[in-house]
């Protein structure tokens, strides 16, 4: 499963990104484990792109397998590979954009 839902039960300080952070009890977290190692996205979670050019590349690598967490974890892949970080502090990448507009010059 590419992302566990829990909640906290108790207050516990964590170290995010670098920098100090409290859960406390009550909290729901959003955890997402990597099921492809060794991409360029590894160190990267979904929340780290723009929603709506990941949810494009999620539905495009659908066409290499039939599970969502899958298809999102190559898309991650491609768009950390050939994306910047935005000023929303977001991966942004045309990479999609561009796959779409050399596949509609492949078909003439």
Do not use: C, Q
Request: glycine share 8%; proline share 2%; aromatic share 6%.
């Amino acid at each position: 499963m590419g992302k566990n839902k829990f909640t906290v039960t108790k207050d516990v300080n964590i170290v995010l990104n670098g920098e100090p952070y409290i859960l406390e009890a009550g909290d729901t977290i959003m955890i997402w484990d990597d099921r492809l190692a060794g991409g360029v996205a590894d160190h990267n979670v979904p929340s780290d792109f723009d929603e709506a050019e990941l949810e494009v590349g999620t539905e495009v690598e659908h066409e290499h397998t039939d599970d969502d967490d899958v298809a999102k974890e190559i898309a991650m892949d491609h768009m950390a590979e050939t994306g910047e970080v935005g000023e929303d502090d977001k991966i942004h990448s045309d990479y999609y954009k561009l796959l779409d507009k050399m596949e509609k010059e492949l078909e003439g």
